[in-house]
């Protein structure tokens, strides 16, 4: 009964959270490569050019 309107959504309209869901494997991922950075701001630089 909790979900019931966002199973409801998706018959309705198709529509599911799946591309968040991808986006945020991607950016876990990409964390993973390069664990240990100092640079934070040129970190977020790379994701955003990577994933943006």
């Known amino acids: 009964m909790n979900y ?3 199973i409801l959504n998706y018959f309705d309209q198709r529509s599911t959270n799946a591309a968040a ?3 945020n494997v991607k950016i ?3 964390r993973l490569q ?3 950075v100092k640079d934070r701001i040129f970190f977020l630089f ?7």
């Not at 790379?46 to 994933?51: A, E």
Request: aromatic share 26%.
């Open 4 to 6: 019931y309107k966002y």
């Open 34 to 36: 390069f664990r240990g």
């Open 21 to 23: 869901e991808s986006f």
């Open 28 to 30: 876990k991922n990409f």
């Open 46 to 52: 790379r994701l955003t050019k990577l994933l943006a």
